[in-house]
């Protein structure tokens, strides 16, 4: 079973590119961020027609998440993470597909330090370490994928020394992370990769990409009794150099039977 998580950064705009990735590549479930479009305009005829199910949970011009598979519908579980009635950004959604419960997130960025917006990313944050922990105790196969804008450790960012103000990489958001990871999830990508340096996004500025000047923001962590099928882990970073793409490259775990 091969699960993906994409951040399109805006799937109108970038549908093409999405489309082809799909049909190059063949996930079995993609987990998609930053949609950047309100529920009545995501394109689920252009989806289904590419061999996906799909649920959304969109935001008018911000945020947005949805869950694709061509391994059965996924059956919704939870849209929203609790703790905070109030909030309307669409960041957090969960569905069971063949047998694996994925939860699919897109945390806040949190810039500019400090602030209101870093605020809200903590307190995020915070909600979501309680809901994991929820998910740990359900004894579930559980994934938690997406665009975290977290780059855990200095071995995921090209030149750290530039990021320490940043709400990505400040003391606090790694520390929050750490808390997350320490329930007992495993970060799928340093499991079977520790010692490389892997990127996820790269900035449209500054030739980032062809500087290969990176983070790695995008991530996956398994619950326990996953991590003994997790097989193969792999960054599709040729999709960041195809015309009209997004700043983020797919990411994939592959998980046996």
């Known amino acids: 079973m091969r699960i993906a998580t994409y951040n399109v950064n805006g799937i109108k705009a970038r549908l093409p590119v999405l489309l082809r990735w799909l049909e190059e590549t063949r996930p079995d479930v993609a987990c998609l961020q930053e949609l950047k479009a309100p529920d009545e305009r995501f394109p689920a005829d252009e989806i289904r027609d590419a061999g996906y199910e799909a649920i959304w949970h969109g935001q008018k011009s911000w945020n947005g998440v949805a869950i694709l598979s061509r391994v059965g519908c996924p059956q919704e579980t939870r849209r929203g993470l609790p703790g905070e009635p109030e909030d309307e950004q669409s960041r957090y ?30 307190r995020w944050m915070e909600r979501l370490i309680d809901h994991a922990a929820g998910l740990l105790a359900s004894k579930a196969p559980v994934v938690l994928t997406g665009d975290f804008n977290v780059m855990p450790t200095e071995q995921d960012v090209y030149k750290p020394e ?8 400040a003391p606090e958001t790694r520390a929050a992370w750490f808390r997350l990871v320490e329930q007992g999830w495993t970060d799928a990508v340093r499991k079977l990769h520790p010692d490389a340096t892997i990127y996820t996004f790269w900035d449209y500025f500054r030739n980032a990409f062809t500087r290969d000047a990176g983070l790695r923001i995008d991530h996956f962590l398994l619950s326990p009794d996953l991590v003994k099928r ?14 009209k793409t997004s700043d983020h490259a797919p990411v994939w775990i592959e998980l046996a039977d």
């Open 93 to 122: 959604l969960e569905a069971a597909v063949n047998g694996v419960l994925i939860g699919a997130l897109y945390l806040p960025n949190g810039n500019p330090r400090p602030g209101p917006k870093y605020d809200y990313k903590l």
């Open 230 to 243: 997790l097989k193969d882990a792999q960054v599709d970073s040729q999709v960041r150099g195809w015309e």
């Open 162 to 169: 530039r990021w320490l103000d940043d709400a990505l990489f």
